[in-house]
């Protein structure tokens, strides 16, 4: 293997650490500072703020009706896409990538043509019937669940490729139903991927921002999420609420990838 | 730990592999069935409406809308900044990943955590993050708020994980023994590097280079409060279509949006043919 003369090693080592340390290391520490500057007062002030706990529950159940759906339609979407053979496999796998590279914007203005009670194309009937979609929670679980939707599939599709499927024909021929297969072969095997995916979808649904400001009005007291808040916070001149905020939504946001570095076996280094 | 996030694996899925039943049983249909009705709802119909909405005014409305000085400064903008850090990134990426795999050092973990923050931190809270030392009242007593630099900026701190998860994982699989064999046969360092390191570490740069120019070119969250949105100098091409929507214009919103929506599936159809490279490598 190649090594590096010890002067050119130390330069590249020390390049691509302060390059870290300046872009995310000291504005994360700037960030601690900022927020405790008045000891806990932010915190106090911000979260005696009936808007701001509102828009925390609001983030949580929004979060997590997204992470439910985008569960389900991972775990079952991947098997597919491993398991069998259909036709337009390869189109459907390519779309369900595509919300990585797409802007929230242009989520959020997908929902909107859609499912807008004034101009949509099927919002008015829908409306008609009772069912209130943008502006609303089902519209922000649906942004939430379009922008996360790949996260679960590629967490789950790889590992479903190398374990292969003898063992799962092997509990077939000895007479498992489908569920039987499923239940005690395919998920106990995919489950760390699973929770990977889980707590990525997490963090992502917690702080999705531009979809959501669209397809939920920003309402304050009512679809407003903490996200959007941080931003009201911050242009209302309420910079110690907006960083009291924010510094909870990191600490979330840490909190998930501890807790899948954590979980996820250390790739043996060559 | 973002690796299998930001790799290219479902991609590969749409090969044919011995082993794989080439039929679906009435439940796995049933199951597709549902799953693609939900998708349809989701994904599929409301991208057609897109299309469809830029093509109410034609050909002509959409020319409109992207002469309009204003969306041709942010278009313009967008893309050089994003063509920018994207360059960045395969610099400073690549550099961090071959430290991430071949270097040694205490808090190389640390360095290994906090790479992937950006992809998990609020995109609202970055731009928070980032005005803390490079806005007003900095440590540094550099304050670059409301201006181009911020924009780089902010899609440097967005985009920093996709070259170095991209990269880390073919480094680190990358065979040792034939640079030992290069080596052995006198070839210097930096031939070793080039002629065999390089090579098949270069699919996988312009893999992440592609995921990060799609980010690039349509980041919003972190540009609100960082650049100040100003018209013909810091306005992203996502903010425009925003300003649009909440103009109630419409068509344009969704011609400037049927573009971004070209520039993402181009970057899906280009990482499944660089996805096929690095297979056929593999």
């Known amino acids: 293997m190649v090594e590096l003369s010890t002067p050119v090693k130390w330069i590249v080592r020390l390049l691509a650490l302060a390059y870290v340390f300046f872009l995310v290391g000291w504005p994360m520490i700037t960030l601690a500072q900022r927020t405790f500057a008045d000891g806990w007062s932010s915190f106090t002030v911000a979260f005696s703020d009936p808007d701001v706990t509102h828009a925390l529950l609001v983030t949580v159940e929004i979060s997590a009706w997204a992470v439910v759906i985008n569960t389900l339609f991972g775990v079952g979407m991947a098997l597919l896409l491993v398991r069998y053979e259909f036709p337009g496999k390869r189109v459907l796998s390519a779309f369900i990538d595509l919300p990585m590279s797409m802007s929230p914007v242009v989520i959020g203005l997908a929902l909107m043509l859609v499912y807008s009670g004034r101009y949509g194309w099927f919002g008015p009937t829908l409306e008609a019937h009772g069912l209130v979609v943008i502006f609303n929670s089902p519209g922000m679980i649906m942004a939430t669940c379009f922008v996360a939707l790949p996260l679960v599939v590629r967490e789950v599709v790889p590992v479903l490729e190398e374990i292969g499927d003898d063992q799962e024909q092997a509990a077939r021929s000895l007479g498992a139903n489908a569920v039987q297969v499923l239940r005690r072969i395919t998920l106990p095997a995919i489950k760390w991927a699973v929770v990977y995916g889980v707590v990525l979808s997490l963090a992502r649904s917690l702080g999705e921002f531009g979809a959501l400001k669209i397809v939920s009005g920003n309402l304050t007291g009512q679809t407003q999420t903490a996200p959007l808040v941080v931003e009201q916070k911050y242009n209302n001149f309420a910079q110690g609420e907006a960083y009291a905020l924010s510094f909870v939504l990191v600490l979330i946001s840490v909190l998930c990838i501890l807790v899948v570095s954590l979980l996820r076996p250390q790739e043996p280094r060559p | ?282």
């Open chain 2, 1 to 282: 730990m973002t690796a299998a996030v930001l790799g290219q694996d479902t991609r590969a899925v749409g090969r044919g592999r011995p082993g794989v039943r080439s039929t679906l049983t009435p439940g796995a249909g049933l199951g597709l069935g549902i799953a693609m009705v939900w998708f349809s709802l989701l994904v599929m119909i409301p991208l057609a409406a897109i299309v469809a909405t830029a093509g109410d005014e034609g050909w002509h409305g959409y020319v409109d809308t992207l002469t309009n000085p204003q969306t041709w400064a942010a278009i313009k903008l967008t893309v050089g900044q994003s063509l920018l850090v994207t360059g960045v990134n395969v610099v400073m990426g690549t550099m961090i990943a071959w430290v991430l795999v071949r270097d040694r050092f205490w808090g190389k973990r640390l360095l290994d955590l906090v790479i992937d923050i950006p992809f998990a931190m609020p995109t609202i809270v970055a731009g928070l993050v980032l005005l803390g030392l490079y806005g007003p009242g900095s440590p540094l007593g550099i304050n670059v708020s409301n201006t181009r630099t911020s924009v780089t900026l902010a899609l440097a701190f967005v985009t920093l994980p996709f070259i170095v998860r991209t990269v880390q994982p073919v480094l680190a699989e990358l065979e040792g023994d034939v640079e030992e064999a290069a080596a052995s046969l006198g070839a210097r360092r930096l031939t070793i590097l080039r002629r065999i390191v390089l090579p098949a570490i270069v699919p996988a740069i312009a893999a992440g280079a592609a995921l990060s120019f799609a980010r690039a070119i349509s980041e919003y969250g972190s540009l609100v409060l960082l650049s100040g949105s100003l018209p013909f100098k810091t306005e992203a091409v996502s903010v425009r279509v925003l300003s649009f929507i909440e103009g109630g214009d419409r068509t344009s919103a969704a011609s400037l949006a049927t573009i971004m929506l070209g520039v993402a599936l181009a970057v899906i159809v280009a990482l499944d043919v660089l996805q096929r490279r690095v297979a056929r490598r593999g």
